[in-house]
């Protein structure tokens, strides 16, 4: 049995800041860890009262925070982030795609597997729904390399069969039996699981839905990821390509794929109709700001999702979206939602942590898990903590309230401010 002590300044919010709760923040706490589980939670004095005998380690220096989930964040794109000036479809196919195909090679894209994992580790990213690779070999890497490091990833299978390069494409049948197989090795090993990911309906037709309906089925709690809404040529593509369709949403509803289990990136451009049946389905959102701007594809509605009750997380996109860093996306959240003027819903500093952790964690099906840290939760956590006289130092030293400092965090908080980071009670940065 592997017991610590944490000792820290803790910030997190295990009830959501927009139905009521708030930011909890103790800044002398005492956390004891046993065997990767958080198994109490008092101030430090009382709990080490308790313990008296227990190792300590001391964090004080920093500000801890739950572990960052990131809700779409693409492998095969690390080194194609910061391409900028382009909207969605020349993106893809001039920039995306190519580098892509380049993951058919597994020694390339065993390399990007691990430049990916670690640039998820170094933003203080402990739990991700990974877009994965058109290549089962790449996802296999993938998927190894998230096991030895010991983070929290969902991920599968990239499925089309039109639209994008051929070396890119697949049948119905292939998709389905390289899923399953891909499924049998990862799904509910260790802290992997399985996602169910048809590109996009524009690039994946009935057939290949289909397909990905019944591996969604077949294996038991796997998770359905793909895009929707993200810019408007798209949206127009899709309603030519499927004429019967009610609507976007509905290319994938029809399938019986939209659920509680379910992740769709962007959601940009949804009508009241996309949005109640998202609502009715339980099904979430991944927010992703910086993409949204630097594809130019749009302004995403908070309000629109809250009013109909649709569940919103963060995705950092990458990469169309320009880093790892949730920081930088809570950010840019808040900011997109100052930009809608009076149609946009204004985030507290507590409201982008939460869409950072705990909102992250829910749309995954891991609140019980992770997202905070209460008594029952994992240890999965990120100690920032800025180098001395930096301005986000200079800026938490002279925070005027636990809400100033975490305003500061996500104003100039970045890779290099995240000092630790623990997975399961096991540190993987720091
Ligand atoms: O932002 C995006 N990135 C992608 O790779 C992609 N594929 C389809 N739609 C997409 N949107
Ligand atoms: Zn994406």
């Known amino acids: 049995m592997t017991t610590f002590l944490v000792r820290a300044r803790v910030l997190d919010t295990p009830d959501d800041p927009g139905a009521g709760g708030g930011l909890r923040s103790d800044d002398d706490c005492g956390l004891l860890v046993v065997d990767g589980v958080i198994t109490a939670r008092a101030a430090y004095a009382e709990v080490r009262a308790a313990h008296p005998d227990v190792h300590a380690v001391d964090l004080r220096e920093g500000v801890l925070l739950p572990g960052l989930v990131d809700t779409h964040v693409h492998y095969p794109q690390v ?24 993951l058919a090679d597994t020694a390339y894209a065993t390399a990007v597997a691990e430049e990916f994992v670690f640039g998820l580790v170094s933003a203080g990213t402990t739990t991700a729904l990974v877009f994965g690779s058109h290549f089962a070999s790449a996802v296999d890497a993938l998927f190894t390399e998230a096991e030895r490091v010991g983070l929290r990833v969902t991920c599968g299978l990239v499925v089309s069969d039109r639209e994008l390069p051929t070396d890119l494409l697949t049948t119905p049948e292939r998709a389905l039996a390289e899923s399953l197989a891909l499924a049998s090795r990862w799904h509910g090993r260790g802290r992997l699981r399985y996602a169910v990911t048809p590109r996009f309906s524009l690039s994946a037709g009935d057939e290949v839905l289909a397909a990905c309906a019944t591996a969604h089925h077949e294996v038991t709690g796997s998770w359905f990821t793909s895009h929707v809404n993200e810019n408007p040529a798209e949206v127009a593509y899709v309603a030519e390509l499927f004429p019967a369709r009610a609507h976007y949403v509905d290319t994938y509803d029809a399938h019986g794929l939209v659920g509680p289990r379910s992740v769709l990136a962007h959601n940009v451009h949804p009508t009241d109709d996309e949005l109640r049946v998202l609502a009715s389905r339980g099904a979430s959102i991944a927010n992703c700001p910086t993409s949204n701007a630097a594809l130019g594809s749009g302004l995403f509605s908070q309000r629109r999702h809250d009013d109909f009750g649709v569940r919103v997380a963060l995705g950092s996109d990458v990469g169309a979206g320009t880093g790892f860093s949730l920081f930088k996306e809570g950010l840019q959240a808040y900011f997109h ?19 950072a952790t705990r909102a992250g964690a829910l749309a995954l099906g891991l609140a019980d898990e992770v997202g905070d840290l209460s008594v029952g939760k994992q240890f999965d956590a990120v100690l920032v903590r800025p180098h001395a006289d930096d301005p986000l130092d200079v800026c938490l030293r002279h925070a005027a309230s636990p809400d100033d400092a975490l305003a500061k965090i996500f104003a100039l908080g970045g890779d290099s401010d995240v000092a630790g980071v623990w997975v399961g009670g096991t540190r993987v940065k720091g």
Do not use: F, K, T, Y
Request: charged share 25%.
């Open 337 to 355: 939602q100052r930009l809608l003027g009076p149609d946009g819903v204004p985030l507290s500093p507590a409201d982008l942590l939460h869409l």
């Open 79 to 102: 080194r194609a982030i910061g391409a900028l000036g382009m909207p969605l479809l020349e993106w893809l196919e001039r920039c995306a795609l190519p580098e892509e195909c380049r």
